[in-house]
């Protein structure tokens, strides 16, 4: 699957698209189309005609938005159980493969070229998402490329970027995020301007790897190849060095001047919330777009889950935080981010628990940046795909004086966590709290309640005597 | 027909009458809708108080929209920017 026309076609095959013929107003209409679309869990949708554009500028919304379309995106079986995706993900993400540099006549994302004061950002349909956002976002499901001027280290990640007039988009990258960590670090002392590429439309699993939290250094179309299953085409961009996956539908092309700032926001969020701080953005000054013929705009109405957000980042972030903690010498059995939990709660199997292995793990999740709001911990019995288990287990085995164990931050939390207040969003601070739903290890093994299910609580000779005589009674 | 701004406060008790300078974006409707631009204008609570002027509604940091309008004169364009190192607060830089 070379793109996301590639996809889209995948789609179709699976029932998992719907095609809106009838015109729709890019101002707030599309947007709350897709978010009622998620809210009913709908299929993705992709809007074939649009208010004020040309027909030909489309947008398609939710292409990863549910676990059937994330396991066609990776080439699998669409009702592959999400154990086995999280396996297959894992598995994929420590191959690499290495990128194709491919000519610019050869790259459909060069099919139309605009540079300089002929790159009129109005000439994509760009959404008013949600009512009352602070502008049209046009960079939602994207990819936000970023170069390292020392180490060449390419850096691919997902930011919010809406336009802000003619000349420039405004984004909100977070203070602790890579994008950020690179300008403040490479760019703001040497008062250069950092080059930047913003990718709309790439094959889904680019997107994906753009949510994924990958250690800086890490070439992430390399691991976009092995995810794949194929090299990613790159071509240069027009006005820098950047290189770019040239089957995206549309590349803005620009860059960050360290002396300017614009007004971004407020924007209805991935945690399900307009939450989060205002006007405090960076400015993108667009150099050039390019875009392929009939151009695909893709986008996620965010808000509250599911959606493509917090689907994505449940994969991506789950594995990234097993590796991590694996790392740590913490011996995890899977980690699971549930998707309704939007990223802001986790499930920790481990396969020795107690209180130090729980504060253990509360360590690697404050060590930087701090995403992360709650983690239970629960023992190898618990399936943590299972929310049924995990939930049983934090509910019973969760000793609520003594093992929560709750650390307190300054300039480090998620500014878009919505129970914070505005001076907290304002100072990234924040707590964390990581409920221990583990047996103490100092209990003796005979004093460890039984868990009463037929599995769990029964000899196997009860079991054995009971479902052989199971047709017997009736069922 | 008068035109119709829109803009974005932190608290609605931020926005004050008088001269100022303040980020509008024009709800002209078409594909350049919401196009932003950073003015020098005359601000009143009411159009009653600012003869000639245009509308500016409001909306606060998450978003709520004053269900009441303010009325705006534009007296000059500004940069599309403010002078300020990225990640520092646009409106502080805009009040130094």
Partial sequence: MKDLRHFIGQLEQNEELMRIKKEVDWDIELGAISRRVYDQYGPC?????????????TVINGECGTWRRVAIAMGLDANTPLR????????????????????????????NVFIGEQADIYRLPAPLIHEGDGGRYIGTWDA????????????????????????????????????AMMLNEKYVPKNQPMPVALVIGSHPLDHMVATAPMRPGVNEAEVAGSLRGEPVDLVKCETSDIMVPANAEIIIEGEIPTDAIVPDGPFGEYPG?????????????????????????????????????????????????????????????????????VTHLVIVGVKTGGIEVTKKVLDFFIARRVMVSKVIVVDKDVDVFDMKQ????????????????VEHFVGKSNALTPCYDAEERRILKGAFAAFD?????????????????????????????????WHEYGF | MPKEYLTYVRKYA???????????????????????????????????????????????????????????????????????????????????
């Fill in chain 1, 45 to 57: 949708l992709w809007f074939e005609k649009i208010k004020d554009y040309p027909q030909g500028y």
């Fill in chain 1, 84 to 111: 086995e995706i999280y396996e297959e993900y894992e598995k994929r993400i420590e191959g690499r493969l290495q990128p194709n540099i491919v000519d610019r006549k050869a790259a459909p994302c060069k099919e």
């Fill in chain 1, 144 to 179: 936000v490329i970023t170069k390292d001027p020392e180490t060449n280290w390419t850096n691919w990640g997902m930011y919010r970027f809406m336009i802000h007039n003619q000349n420039f988009l405004a984004g909100w990258p977070q203070t602790t995020s890579q994008f």
């Fill in chain 1, 273 to 341: 919330f307009r939450s989060g701080t205002m006007a405090e953005g960076v400015a993108f000054r667009i150099k050039a777009i390019t875009h392929r013929n009939n151009p695909i705009l893709s986008m996620t109405a965010l808000g509250a889950p599911v959606d493509d957000s917090s689907i994505a980042a449940s994969l991506t972030a789950a594995v990234g935080m097993k590796l991590g903690l694996q790392r740590r010498g913490i011996d995890v059995t899977d980690v699971y981010v549930p998707p309704e939990g």
């Fill in chain 1, 390 to 405: 995990w939930i049983h287990a934090f509910a019973t085995k969760c000793h609520p004086g003594r093992s929560i164990v």
């Fill in chain 1, 437 to 469: 739903a583990t047996w103490p290890l100092e209990w003796p093994k005979e004093n460890i309640p039984p868990r009463a299910t037929f599995k769990e609580i029964y000899s196997q000779e009860t079991q054995d005597k009971v479902l052989a005589k």
């Fill in chain 2, 14 to 96: 931020d926005l004050y009458e008088g001269e100022r300078d303040i980020f509008i974006k024009d709800l002209t409707p078409g594909p350049r809708k919401y196009d932003t631009k950073q003015v020098r204008a005359v601000i009143a609570r009411s159009a009653k108080d600012l003869s000639g002027a245009d509308t500016l509604w409001v909306r606060s940091e998450m978003g709520v929209l004053d269900p009441q309008p303010w009325a705006i004169k534009i007296l000059k364009e500004l940069p599309d920017y403010v002078k300020g190192r990225p990640y520092t607060d646009v409106f502080s830089c805009m009040n130094r």
